[in-house]
């Protein structure tokens, strides 16, 4: 089933390499635009705006990149640590786990005499056993080691470079609002353009998630700008 | 096999409303901490600080909350896009679906007379035939159509008390550096009762996942704070 294959790989690579520049692209679009537009309706210079940018794409970029690190991390530890129980469960309580087994195939829907032989077959090797339990009553893929560490580094540097494209016209114009006006423009771009590949990856309505992504970002900044006016005042 | 049934349930419980609070409050706690941070090291007043900082919780929980959402109806979206191919194989070309069937079978060890009689009897009735290929060929789970509302909600509310945390001592404290000491010490309070909570419940190390949470918390702040106060000179 090629079809199918190429799905499956594509939805091995989005959860990987993929989800993370989405991950960390996305919201380094929206967030710093956010930041910096709320900050133009309250501030008279863009040297500020700039100093609360970059400083929010050091906190962001740090937050989600080791956040990532971690989640990858746990994701780890966890798998270790019921995958050793598994293997004592397999040791100690033998006919509990191959109950269960017997469950699984019984809510397939088949029969007693079929799921009985399956048992006996399937419990046979250990190892093979231990790992079906993990996959199919825990439902818990094996995680990639290294995938923590990239995990970490795509997310941040992702976040980097979709917070620096907000940001830039702040460093060369004077004046917030004008600043603004010419951040709104490219970065909404961007936002269209990145959620219409994203969608197209994940397989849903290009058009309509671009534009999703895009109204997200516009809300987020309309509603800055609007709170820090409120304040300034 | 209670132990089982109990980490399940935890583990179905922490995908659902704990995951979300978890991800709000983590990105909540840290990130208008550390830009808050940063500013502290360039500028004279807290003003200025408390209006970049609710600007930013307002972008933040939004872009957060309204991600989260996107998130769980491109999901949805998916997984109905998915179930209407599924379907459509199992009428079109029922035996390349039966060997994919098959094949399963076959990876768990099962002998060539087992698997032939279990693909018999599970294709029998059409929809478990496509729920099986949902589960376990394309590893898709039936998503809650009410979890995107919901799931949009405690993420984004999340972030807001979250980020409330450490703004507070800028509300009351004129100097910012003076200000920024007691938001350091609450907030680290925060992260690292945050991160034993959130350990415990993924079942890892609830000391050490405590000390990654604050130690990632103090490097963003840290971070934001060298930067910004590189840019002010």
Known sequence: ?????????????????????????????????????????????????????????????????????????????????ELK???DEVETVPHKEKAEVKEFFANLGLSEDVQEQAVEEMTKDKEKWVDFMMKYELGLDKPDPKRARNSAFNIGLSYV???IVPLLPYFFIDTPL?????????????????????????????????????VIGAIAAGCAFGIARLIQS
């Open 161 to 163: 470079a979709g917070g």
């Open 1 to 81: 089933m090629q079809h199918d294959q190429q799905h499956k790989e594509l939805h091995l690579q989005s959860s990987d390499i993929l989800t993370d520049i989405v991950i960390g692209m996305s919201d380094g679009l929206t967030v710093p635009f956010a930041l910096a537009a709320g900050l133009s309706g309250a501030v008279s210079s863009t040297h500020l705006i700039v100093i609360a940018g970059l400083a929010e794409i050091a906190a962001g970029s740090i937050a989600m990149g080791l956040g990532g690190y971690l989640a990858g991390k746990t994701e780890i530890d966890h798998y270790n640590s």
């Open 178 to 214: 004008q600043a603004l006006k010419i951040s709104a423009v490219i970065t909404l771009i961007c936002l269209f353009a990145f959620g219409f590949f994203k969608s197209k990856i994940t397989g849903v309505n290009p058009w309509g998630g671009a534009l999703r992504v895009t």
């Open 85 to 87: 129980r598994e293997h």
